[in-house]
């Protein structure tokens, strides 16, 4: 759990949303998706709203879909599907969807997991875009994965106050043409 000493206040609070991509959990025991939604809102983002959908790219698809129609959702982070199995199918389920990836999110996550869990990084399929002026963030499903993803790199770049730069103070402009 988040320590209340780590509470913050961000400049522009955003409104998030949480997928949990598992076959087999429920929202008792979604670990990831609980701690994703106690640390964006102890950092004094709004949490929109937050779903569980089991494995499957079009089930996926549909409620990520549903969230970046929405232009009042400006972050969507899930958790879940992003590893090797037959049943991960977290990027073949989102990448088609993205306007624009973020190869330095994937990147930098697995620079950062490999002093935490060494080679097993390499599994990781983690990845970040946009999509329709929506960011989105896939992180694997385990509760450390989530904790290293929001503590390393989304803290910072979904905060406007972070210098040189963010992505929180870009989400005005990336409707631009």
């Not at 330095?104 to 080679?119: A, K, P, V, W």
């Not at 002026?133 to 994965?145: C, E, V």
């Amino acid at each position: 759990m988040v320590d209340a000493t780590d509470r913050k206040t961000v400049a522009r609070p955003l409104a998030c949303c949480v997928l949990t991509i598992s076959d087999s959990r429920t929202i008792d025991d979604d670990t990831s998706g609980s701690l994703l939604q106690e640390m964006l809102q102890n950092d004094g983002h709004t949490l929109v709203e937050r779903e569980i959908v089991k494995d499957d790219i079009y089930a996926v698809r549909a409620v990520v879909s549903r969230w970046v129609a929405d232009p009042d959702i400006e972050v969507i982070i899930s958790s879940g599907g992003t590893g090797f199995t037959g049943r991960d199918s977290t990027p073949e389920a989102l990448e088609p969807l993205l306007d624009k990836k973020i190869p330095g999110f994937g990147e930098l996550f697995r620079q950062i997991s490999y002093q935490e869990i060494g080679t097993s990084t390499v599994q990781s399929r983690a990845f970040g875009g946009m999509a329709n002026a929506t960011l989105l963030f896939a992180l694997p499903g385990s509760t450390g994965a989530c904790r290293t993803g929001w503590k390393k790199i989304l803290t910072t770049q979904l905060d406007a106050d972070h210098k040189p730069c963010n992505f929180a103070e870009l989400i005005p402009r990336f409707n631009e043409h």
